[in-house]
């Protein structure tokens, strides 16, 4: 069985696709570097982290941007017929939903992709169709902003040339939903027995959120609804009451099933002829419905009906915590280490940087064994901040480090951190006190962007190496810190539901690391002896 979810933590938005006996998983990345992870599995169930799509910040400029923007919703396919993969993925910026799409191809899932192809801005959640007449088509969501139309706006269609690189005309208007639940979005097509089928997100990705179908003969349409809209959701309304606010997300909360805001899916067939939807999903603690990790991916076995509709194989929309999966061996994966000792050249997978690349400020190569973070702006920056970080997979998790930093001013951090943006974060830090007139300990809070020094916890500490511990235990946290001997409490407990989506009001999920800030010259460093971080709750696997 396929215990869901099948990606835990921050990995929103999954987009499936197969070729041969391997299957692949592209989910959003938002404002984080590197861009567009990619998860592979040959069994659906067992499924590991294998590479990123962008990591080259000439590809994407995600400098500067709020949290929340940049890489929404990525389209990975696989085309047979031109043995290529294709990833659409498009940058969303500031001001207006402004965002530039582009497509890239590659051979191998690991590249060399070929350099950006612009298709054009009109939209976002772009996906790429390749039909069985070897054309291809792009689909989005129009973002509608004239008074008295329909928000956000219609799903369109444009027909992509591959050999002139170019879309060859305007795109055309061809859905509108197939729900009253509004923010008709994600759209993916597939053909089936000659026909054509649109599947969409609608509902906003909160509580509200479902899975939509529509079919046609036609590629451009029109559109007949699936009378059993929505296909997947976790929400009790059939459909017929429109959200128009995300505020009104709550009132959708379903306590009958444990995988919440299912929606936003996509499709694969199996080499046997069986079909999956990886759909998003989160995992809220209850009763403040916050969801620490943000949203999820999960997967549902579907059937074709008597009819010709997409449905869940059991007939009902509510997303399920287990479903049959491939009955093949069990596919070895690769699984991050608990403890990394940095012993190779360069950073493992897994590790994040918001708005540049990890390796513009972490070094493994300067001294053996250790990462070096150099110093760059206070963690509440928007822009360079040296914050080097893995995604939280539980809310049972302990983070472990052992650090060497000597600060010079007060302008000199350094130490471990719980970070969802730079709006929201704690940060156990060791500083220059000017008020001790030597080194620190001190716990930094930022809350919807307030920034506070928690002065109480203030604590002088000698020289040399430190370690340090985040541990997240369910809904308290809290910091520890020792030299050598006895680990010691400093501050309080603090409330890990505030560190969601809910609470500070984006898409993405908390993450845990370490940190180092220069406010003088951005030259100061801190040298990390490993980073361990212990799920206490444990893999899916059996």
Not at 32 to 58: C, G, I, M, Q
Not at 144 to 171: M, N, Q, V
Not at 243 to 265: C, I, M, W
Not at 288 to 314: F, P, S
């Amino acid at each position: 069985m396929i215990k869901n979810p099948i990606l835990r933590g921050f990995n929103p938005d999954p987009c499936i696709c197969r070729k041969g006996k391997d299957y692949y998983i592209a989910v959003s990345s938002f404002e984080w570097f590197p861009a567009v992870p990619v998860y592979h599995s040959r069994d659906l169930k067992n499924w590991e982290l294998l590479t990123h799509l962008l990591t080259d910040e000439k590809q994407i400029n995600l400098s500067r941007l709020r949290t929340g923007q940049g890489i929404w919703a990525p389209c990975l396919s696989y085309c047979e017929q031109d043995g290529l993969f294709y990833l659409v993925y498009g940058c969303m910026v500031p001001n207006g939903m402004n965002i530039d799409n582009y497509l890239i191809t590659a051979e191998d899932i690991r590249g060399p992709w070929s350099e950006p192809v612009y298709l054009h801005s009109s939209g976002f959640d772009a996906s790429l169709f390749h039909d069985d007449d070897g054309k291809k088509w792009l689909l989005s969501l129009e973002w509608e902003r004239r008074e008295g139309y329909t928000r956000p706006g219609a799903i369109c269609i444009a027909e992509y040339s591959p050999g002139e690189k170019r879309i060859l005309d305007y795109p055309e208007r061809i859905w509108y939903g197939g729900t009253k639940r509004g923010w008709v979005e994600g759209p993916h097509m597939y053909k089936h027995n000659g026909m054509y089928y649109l599947l969409c997100a609608e509902g906003g990705t909160g509580y509200h959120h479902c899975v939509s179908v529509g079919r046609s003969g036609s590629v451009r349409g029109p559109f007949e609804r699936d009378t059993r809209n929505p296909v997947i959701t976790s929400s009790l309304d059939k459909g017929e009451e429109v959200r128009t606010k995300a505020s009104e997300d709550y009132k959708f909360y379903n306590p009958e099933v444990r995988l919440q805001k299912a929606g936003h899916a996509s499709l694969v067939e199996t080499p046997e002829g069986k079909w999956y939807a990886a759909h998003l999903c989160a995992r809220p603690f209850v009763p403040e419905l916050r969801c620490v990790m943000g949203r999820e991916t999960a997967i549902q076995e579907m059937e074709w009906t008597q009819d010709g509709w997409i449905r869940k194989k059991n007939g009902s929309p509510f997303p399920e915590d287990e479903c049959e999966g491939e009955e093949i061996a069990k596919m070895p994966v690769r699984r991050m280490p608990e403890r990394d000792e940095f012993d190779e050249p360069e950073l493992g997978l897994g590790y994040y940087a918001p708005r540049h690349m990890p390796d513009t400020f972490a070094d493994t190569g300067v001294r053996k064994g250790y990462v070096r973070l150099r110093g760059q702006e206070v963690l509440d920056s928007f822009d360079r901040v040296s914050v080097l970080t893995r995604k939280l997979t539980s809310v049972h998790m302990v983070l472990t480090t052992r650090m060497e930093f000597t600060p010079k001013v007060h302008q000199h951090t350094a130490g471990i951190v719980l970070y969802y943006d730079n709006l929201n974060y704690l940060y156990l830090r060791k500083y220059y006190s000017d008020t001790l007139k030597q080194s620190a300990l001190s716990i930094v809070h930022a809350e919807k962007g307030e920034v506070k020094e928690l002065t109480q916890t203030r604590t002088p500490v000698t020289e040399g190496a430190i370690n340090l511990r985040l541990v997240i235990d369910g809904k308290e946290t809290y910091f520890e810190w020792s030299c050598e001997g006895d680990w010691r409490r400093i501050g309080g407990k603090f409330d890990t539901t505030r560190f969601s989506d809910e609470f500070c009001g984006e898409f993405t999920g908390t993450m845990a690391g370490i940190a180092c800030t220069d406010g003088v010259f951005r030259k100061n460093y801190a040298d990390f002896d490993y980073f361990e971080l212990i799920d206490l709750e444990g893999e899916n696997d059996d």
